[in-house]
């Protein structure tokens, strides 16, 4: 890469605008993936493949070629580590990718003539070349022991004593196996040099059905690590199927959630809350920029919102990628360069609840000039501003049983019954909602969705927060962790879902063969 990248620098084409930066990125990724269904593999996957990213910027640093969409020129790379197809491969994107340059480099310089204001932040920041060469990062999965743990789990509703006397009810039943490694390799013409990579596991769990009234229902979770061996154990992951199976006929026959509209307390559980604030919180405060000729600062929710409170007083956020580990556990969005050659950085987002920071790549936004080390790039894709490991802190955190004694103390002091989420779905909607009852006791309800969850929420209605931390390991197409602690809302509003309820299946499920 180094070699091709040297000999294009020296290209020079008569009456052609020379680039002024170039990149070439390799990825070279392999991944493994298994699927059980009803007790069987039912698919098994190895896969390898490189492809390389080229990068073409004609202009200079204050004003280029380049879109808020990202750049570059895919190719396939070979991956029998023959230099001579992988120089070619190189080559033709290069050019590719330099003729779109320069197409792109006239239409923006037109657009912006369109526009009255000027651009106030350059294009792309300038950063000190980076070398650093990391050991070659490979798959480690005992594929011969998951494959069994996977198609054992499929198969409990049918063959374990505690889920056979309901195993009719069951219309699916899933568990999977998925590992990815990565090995990066990045060359600019700036003079960085980096190869590093990563490695993420996933042991997956899936079972559903309806309910008697035909309300789909559904149990999904799993084991999710940076390294094979911190993986769930047998006994584990056995253990969390059954549970989940559990939960599923408990669900089916708990009561459909009140049909009267409920604003009040709920507590959410440091998994809810994890995933209220990677939907809520994370994104907006990845500062993309916006498009040509627009005022704002990024295209989030909080565009407008440096240097005002986001969150209450009590809470503050750090994203420090280079946080290796907390409380034993192996972080996933944890990195030392980021895809973009820049060192990472801790940042400080939120301090005692006002908006401090966002999180920068190269691409700068209003206010903030240079990269703090959060360009990030998905396989084959171009980098973008993204989190690293996020973590929530709070001033004055309670205990669990401290967090719980507050919310029987507004149950009481409302005199009504009040909520408490444990686990979400897609779109934030409750999985496992409890009804809390003053007393202490809870009932399990479903068919509810959460009203005006939103970001006035966070900032507004989080009265208390526990010091007890979940780690929220993410192996999506970037990896990305999320540690957060249980927090007491005391305003949102649960209803009963406005769902049309499908028919149970007309004809009864085979008969289990008794093994």
Do not use: C
Not at 64 to 85: F, H, I, K, M, Y
Not at 111 to 127: R, Y
Not at 333 to 347: L, N, R, W
Request: proline share 5%; aromatic share 8%.
């Amino acid at each position: 890469m180094r070699t091709e990248l040297d000999r294009e620098k020296t290209l020079l084409l008569p009456g052609m605008q020379k680039p002024y930066f170039v990149e070439y990125r390799l990825d070279d990724l392999t991944s493994y993936e298994a699927v059980a269904n009803y007790g069987a593999l039912t698919r098994e996957e190895d896969n390898h493949q490189r492809i390389v990213r080229v990068t073409v910027r004609i202009g200079d640093y204050a004003a280029d070629s380049s879109s808020s969409r990202g750049d570059g020129t895919l190719e396939l790379a070979p991956t029998d580590d023959n230099p001579e197809a992988l120089r070619y491969a190189l080559w033709i994107a290069t050019d590719t990718a330099y003729k779109n340059a320069l197409r792109a480099y006239s239409a923006k310089q037109a657009a912006l003539k369109q526009f009255q204001s000027s651009q106030n932040q350059p294009d792309f920041a300038q950063v000190k070349p980076v070398v650093q060469i990391l050991p070659l990062v490979t798959l480690d999965l005992d594929r011969s022991e998951w494959k069994r743990r996977i198609v054992e789990a499929s198969g409990l509703f049918a063959s374990d004593p505690q889920a056979r006397s309901f195993a009719e009810h069951v219309q699916y039943s899933t568990a999977s196996v998925r590992a990815i490694a990565l090995n990066r390799y990045l060359v600019n013409t700036e003079g960085t040099t980096v190869r590093q990579g990563y490695t993420g596991y996933d042991g997956s769990i899936s079972v559903g059905g309806q309910a008697a009234d035909g309300m789909r229902l559904s149990r999904d979770n799993g084991t999710v690590a940076a390294t094979a061996k911190e993986l769930e154990s047998a006994s584990a992951f056995r253990k969390r199927t059954i549970e989940d199976l559990k939960s599923f006929e408990e669900l089916r026959n708990a009561p459909v959630v009140s049909a009267d509209d409920y604003h009040g307390p709920v507590l959410f559980s440091g998994d809810a809350s994890a995933d209220v604030l990677n939907r809520l919180f994370v994104p907006n405060v990845e500062a993309d920029r916006p498009d040509m000729g627009t005022t704002a600062r990024t295209t989030g929710a909080y565009s407008s919102s440096f240097k005002s409170r986001v969150l209450p007083e009590m809470l503050s956020v750090t994203d420090d990628p280079l946080q290796t580990k907390f409380d034993g556990k192996t972080l996933l969005g944890a990195y030392t360069i980021d895809d973009e050659g820049v060192p990472a950085q801790s940042v400080d987002i939120v301090v005692n609840g006002k908006l401090e920071n966002f999180l920068i790549g190269r691409e700068p936004v209003k206010d903030f000039s240079t990269s703090n080390g959060h360009g990030r790039a998905a396989p084959a894709q171009p980098p973008h501003s993204r989190a690293g490991v996020v973590l929530v802190k709070a001033s004055h955190p309670l205990s669990a049983s401290e967090l719980n004694k507050r919310l029987l103390t507004m149950a009481k002091e409302q005199g009504r019954d009040v909520y408490a989420v444990e686990t979400l779905g897609g779109e934030l909607l409750p999985r496992l909602l409890y009804l809390v009852h003053p007393d202490g006791t809870r009932q399990l309800v479903r068919g509810a969705v959460f009203d005006e969850l939103d970001n006035r929420s966070l900032r507004s209605d989080i009265v208390a927060v526990g010091n007890d931390f979940y780690v929220s390991n993410s192996l999506g197409t970037v990896p990305q962790t999320t540690i957060a602690p249980s927090m007491l809302f005391d305003d949102i509003g649960v209803k009963r879902a406005t769902l049309e309820q499908q028919k149970l299946p007309y004809y009864a499920p085979p008969a289990l063969s008794g093994k």
